[in-house]
């Protein structure tokens, strides 16, 4: 439906909200603007700054528009064809010289699902490597594996985001939507009008924070020691639920024995959450008729984040909190396309539909679909931190599209020597990242407004983005550019560039699995405002809510985990004596790579800066906006503090959108969780120098 003939409705290219938008054509160098679409229901109209600024990097200064090939050193201009075939000649060669694995792919969780998908497919059919895996490794997959391993199957949140204020309490942990989701604060707010309660867990007294009834500030690292403690509080009460415990789970023996051993006088000398308000959060979690656990970075990113997420789900479930209308577990993924981009095969060990590489069923399904020998399917690769860390070595040659590692990845000073290490690296983005600055091939790809693909948001709704106006002349689809270099490689006919075919053909490697999209449609989606899957044909009406008759495990029960807590692996020491933590600012979006080309956003985040305490900043002699030197086992940035009673004293924060000097990603650990493979974004050993200033 458009306002105008000129106005086309679509979404925002920025986090997993995927904020209704309109698009008006405006025939000048920016060749659209931003305009409301309030009938679109989860954001109903409201964008954060972001988005409404988001048309800039359409301008033709923003962005690149041809093919780069690096010559005698440089990257300089060249044509598609020269660019494709030197690209298609270094894999084929890598291949030939080292094996089929010593080719690698990195994708990214804000491609389409037909990107997605097909990015996915190349690998596994056109170049048959095992090596490929995505950023989202880096953002959900601690949620994801603690979802699976509940509930039988992971999908961020199980019920729509308007069930959020029938809930009559909420414990939101690690997570500050007021600046990385604005749009869903409403939903917050709602709540509390509605008389429930909001507990916010954060090292952090954030602007989310600043809604709720009760803030818990522990130390970063220590969730896992808080949720046991509050469930333990609840055994101890008396308040859990045995019907829905008998009835609905298995385990909870183990998970209750686990959580006994966890005294909350010990959780409190642990997380530094001062016990009172540790039973304040247990009652105002109990009294309620239902209730929700709402995770996001904070606790996943985390050499223990599946564990700690456990801890929390373990919490929903001994209170039978779970599988019923406005209660239950949800995780709040990240990127555009955080959900849909786990779902279709651009992991490491997966397959379309959420369906396992290892699986012989799934294998022969999926070949089938792709008219291949089941046999000719590699198995699972390395994680995304593993492949990054071969790079040089095992992985000789690199096709990246959708990430900017060299700024986000974690221990980024060695990953970036690793990126230098290739015999050959590609990069497709719209951008000039400081990745595609190390590639010798950049390939320039259209943008969110300038194709069409469907994105599936925080809560499983597939959601179509639309073409609002044509691509720049020199630039390519990303799905031209795959179908391009699998034609080189032999296999064209299997990549369509019509993103609609290209859907058509998922929904049929989905069929059947987890993730089942067989029964959604362009059409349906633009007639029902996004369908969620599960939807497994044209009349099943989608699922906005799993798990109200039964959790996905084979005997319908959720599962408890019992969960130990441990420290990070990184704790303070006398050489490194302070926590630091990363995350997101308001204005500055991942990497910088797209937020960082955008004016008003420049003002309004100019730069990078490490926040802490006026106590620890005073043991340090160090005012505000002072240079100071954050020192990591990993590196030495020299960055201005920024000074807020808003943090922990022992804690300092850096948001990571910058490269260079000043990036939070010199220093954040690449300790792996052992199931999710995820790494310590959130928890690292560093200590503070004042910089005498010049
Ligand atoms: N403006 C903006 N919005 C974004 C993004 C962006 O880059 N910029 N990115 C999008 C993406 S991909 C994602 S994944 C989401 C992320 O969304 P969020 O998870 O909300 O973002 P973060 O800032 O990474 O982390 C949230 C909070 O965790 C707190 N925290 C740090 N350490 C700990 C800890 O050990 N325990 C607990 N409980 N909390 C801790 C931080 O202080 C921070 O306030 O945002 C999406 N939206
Ligand atoms: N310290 C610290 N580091 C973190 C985190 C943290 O909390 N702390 N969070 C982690 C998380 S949750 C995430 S999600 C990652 C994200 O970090 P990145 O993976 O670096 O994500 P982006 O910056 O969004 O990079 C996307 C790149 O793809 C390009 N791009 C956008 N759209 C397209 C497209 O359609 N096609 C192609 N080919 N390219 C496109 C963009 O221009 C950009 O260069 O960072 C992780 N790193
Ligand atoms: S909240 Fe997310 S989807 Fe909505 S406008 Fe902001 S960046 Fe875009
Ligand atoms: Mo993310």
Not at 617 to 640: N, Y
Request: charged residues 20%; neutral net charge.
């Amino acid at each position: 439906m458009s306002n105008t003939v000129a106005t086309t409705d679509t979404h925002c290219p920025y986090c997993a909200l995927q904020c209704g938008m309109g698009l008006r054509r405006t025939g000048g160098a920016v060749p659209v603007s931003v305009v409301e679409r309030p009938g679109f229901p989860v954001n109903r109209g409201a964008l954060c700054g972001k988005g409404s600024n988001a048309a800039a990097v359409l301008a033709p200064g923003a962005r690149l528009s041809t093919p780069l090939v690096r010559r005698d050193g440089e990257l300089r201009p060249a044509g598609w064809d020269e660019a494709l075939d030197l690209v298609a000649d270094r894999l084929t060669g890598t291949a030939a010289a080292y094996g089929r694995d010593a080719v690698g792919v990195f994708g990214g969780g804000g491609l389409t699902n037909e990107k997605a998908y097909l990015l996915g497919k190349f690998a596994r059919v056109a170049l048959r490597t095992s090596a490929i895996d995505y950023n989202g490794r880096f953002c959900m997959s601690s949620a994801a594996a603690a979802g699976t391993r509940a509930f039988g199957l992971d999908r961020g949140l199980p019920f729509p985001v308007a069930d959020i204020p029938g809930a009559g309490c909420v414990i939101l942990v690690g997570s500050n939507p007021a600046e990385t989701m604005p749009p869903f604060v409403r939903y917050l707010r709602e709540l509390r009008e509605n008389g429930g309660t909001l507990v916010v867990v954060d090292p952090r007294r954030t602007r989310t924070a600043e809604l709720a009834d009760l803030h818990l500030a522990p130390r970063p690292g220590t969730d896992l020691a808080l949720a046991l403690g509050l469930l333990h509080l609840v055994v101890a009460d008396g308040r859990t639920d045995e019907d829905f415990i008998a009835g609905r789970t298995t385990g909870w023996a183990e998970t209750r024995a686990a959580a006994m051993a966890h005294w909350p006088e010990h959780v409190e000398a642990v997380t530094g959450v001062p016990l009172p308000q540790l039973r304040e959060a247990a009652r105002l979690f109990c009294d309620a008729d239902s209730a929700m656990v709402l995770t996001a970075r904070g606790p996943e990113q985390q050499a223990k984040g599946t564990d700690t997420v456990s801890a929390w789900i373990n919490l929903c479930l001994a209170t039978g909190n779970a599988g019923r209308p406005n209660a239950g577990y949800g995780c709040l993924t990240g990127q555009g396309n955080g959900q849909g981009g786990r779902e279709h095969g651009q992991k490491a060990d997966q397959l379309p539909g959420y369906r396992k590489l290892d699986d012989p069923a799934a294998r022969a399904h999926v070949a089938a679909v792709w008219g291949v020998d089941p046999d000719s399917l590699p198995g699972p690769g390395r994680s995304a931190y593993e492949l990054l860390d071969s790079l040089g070595g095992e992985v000789r040659a690199l096709l990246l599209t959708g990430s900017n590692p060299v700024v986000s990845a974690p221990h980024a000073g060695h990953v970036t020597e690793r990126l230098r290490s290739l015999d050959f690296l590609v990069v497709s983005d719209v951008v000039l990242s400081e990745t595609a600055e190390l590639a010798d091939v950049v390939l320039p790809v259209a943008q969110w407004a300038e194709e069409t693909g469907t994105m599936t948001n925080l809560e499983g709704r597939v959601i179509l983005r639309r073409k609002a106006v044509d691509a720049p002349a020199g630039v390519r689809t990303d799905l031209e550019v795959l179908h391009a270099l699998a034609a080189r490689l032999g296999h064209g006919e299997g990549f369509p560039t019509d993103p609609e075919k290209a859907f058509d053909e998922l929904r049929r490697a989905s069929a059947g699995g987890p993730a089942d999209y067989a029964g959604i449609s362009y059409e349906r989606i633009a007639a029902e405002d996004g369908v969620f899957w599960p939807c497994s044909s044209p009349e099943h009406p989608g699922t906005p809510r799993l798990f109200l008759e039964r959790f996905a495990h084979p005997d319908g029960r959720a599962r408890f985990t019992p969960v130990q807590h441990r420290p990070a692996a990184e704790e303070p020491d006398a050489r490194y004596p302070v926590r630091l933590t990363t995350g997101r600012v308001l204005a500055q979006y991942q990497s910088g790579a797209q937020t960082r080309r955008v004016d008003a956003l420049n003002a309004a985040a100019p730069g990078p800066y490490v926040e802490l305490h006026p106590l620890l900043a005073d043991r340090l002699g160090v005012r505000d906006g002072d240079q100071v030197a954050v020192v990591s086992r990993r590196g030495r940035t020299v960055t201005p503090a920024r000074l807020t009673t808003a943090i922990r004293p022992d804690t300092v924060f850096m948001p990571f959108h910058w490269a260079g000097e000043g990036s939070a990603n010199i220093h954040t650990n690449p300790a792996l969780d052992p199931v999710s493979r995820m790494p310590e974004f959130k928890a690292c050993a560093v200590r503070l120098e004042p910089v005498a200033s010049a």
